[in-house]
């Protein structure tokens, strides 16, 4: 059991103690200070869920750029289809109008026609009518002629009246949809206009964030990084299409190393054709930025060309990959055969499609800027085994 000197002492101690924490509670300096702290942790949780709330909202530049770029390639598709319309009106519109033209002239021709016989018909009213004349006849076989020839012409006056009426009818049917194809026209004119101005602000949009990627460090720093996470995808691919076609053609795995066979597409090293007509502005091997020194390998070369040139197979081949390809664009991918790919990137239009087979020098595709940081070019990549090669080698010298 405690002493109760001892429970006397800690209750003495505790009543002498409570005048100082009472003191240092109501301390305005205290009080203060403590309403900052809270303020200042408050503001920083705040923070800390702005920055989740920021890397949750972040795409990357490259998912950015292909969204902006099939955006561009939808509104450019519908652009077309709204040019076929207006060209389909415009056509429907002259048709109308050369048939218009058609049945005036026929329906002159039948109220010339109609204006003799009312001239003719107006005399013999002056004369009395029909009637005077057939009285006048005493045969009765020629009033009987002269009464069938009085019928033929009104039923032939009839016909022409109905000919006429018929033809005028034609003609404000046919003007009628010459009205409806014209404000057809001018309703597709309108939205030809909104749609182009959806093109040109994506465009703009596209602009801005290559811009970025040019002149600021973070910006190509994280472009550099999302590239070269694309060519890994993209070797992935590559792999992938191998052991499929390796699959189909029950073909032993490839072996290690070594030089290309001099067989096929192995014979022509120096003497392929260029897959499109333009110079090679980017080479294959390591690059070093000339502005923020990052350094990357590139496993294909740049052939600068203009927006739509033909893009054609350099060697007769099985075409195994078209599509779209984050960080390459509209991308098409033939196999030579002997283990021999080629690659070609950036493509405006994809001209064949997968399992087509290719003849030397066919048209593929055109050149565009699809996935491109730097403006129209195809991108071209020799492979073998899946192993790059370096494609100027593959080339056939220019002058």
Aim: proline share 4%.
């Amino acid at each position: 059991m405690m002493p109760w000197r001892f429970l006397y002492l800690l209750l003495a101690l505790a009543v002498l103690a409570a005048p100082a924490w009472a003191q240092k509670r109501d301390d305005p300096t205290l009080r203060q200070s403590e309403r900052t702290l809270q303020q200042t942790q408050k503001q920083l949780k705040e923070e800390r869920a702005k920055a989740a709330q920021a890397r949750q909202r972040e795409t990357s530049l490259l998912s950015e750029l292909e969204a902006i770029e099939l955006t561009l390639e939808k509104k450019r598709r519908e652009l077309e289809a709204l040019g076929r319309r207006i060209r389909k009106a415009q056509s429907e519109i002259q048709t109308l109008e050369g048939e218009i033209r058609r049945l005036e002239a026929q329906r002159a021709t039948q109220q010339e026609i109609l204006a003799r016989r009312l001239r003719a018909m107006y005399k013999l009213q002056a004369q009395g009518g029909a009637l005077p004349l057939l009285l006048a006849v005493d045969d009765p076989m020629a009033r009987a002629v002269q009464l069938r020839h009085l019928t033929t012409l009104a039923a032939v006056d009839a016909r022409l009246i109905r000919e006429y009426r018929g033809t005028s009818e034609h003609v404000a049917e046919r003007k009628g949809r010459v009205e409806e194809q014209r404000q057809e026209l001018s309703s597709l004119r309108a939205q030809v206009e909104r749609e182009r101005g959806e093109v040109d602000r994506e465009a703009a949009r596209r602009r801005v964030l290559l811009a970025k990627v040019r002149e600021e460090r973070a910006y190509h720093e994280r472009m550099v990084g999302e590239l070269s996470e694309a060519a890994k995808r993209l070797e992935a691919l590559i792999r992938d299409l191998q052991a499929r076609q390796r699959r189909v053609a029950k073909a032993p795995p490839p072996g290690k190393g070594g030089e290309p066979p001099a067989v096929g597409f192995g014979t022509l090293r120096g003497s392929l054709p260029w897959p499109t007509d333009g110079r090679i502005v980017s080479a294959f091997g390591e690059q070093v930025h000339p502005r923020f020194g990052t350094r990357t390998f590139k496993r294909g070369i740049d052939i600068e060309a203009d927006d739509g040139a033909q893009i054609t197979a350099v060697y007769a081949g099985h075409v195994v990959y078209t599509g779209w390809f984050k960080g390459y664009g509209n991308l098409i991918i033939l196999d030579h055969g002997n283990d021999f790919y080629t690659l070609y990137a950036h493509a405006a239009e994809i001209r064949v499609k997968e399992g087509d087979d290719v003849r030397p020098g066919q048209l593929i595709g055109t050149v565009g800027d699809t996935g491109s940081l730097a403006g129209p070019r195809l991108y071209f990549e020799v492979r073998y085994q899946g192993r790059p090669q370096d494609p100027a080698e593959w080339l056939r010298r220019r002058g």
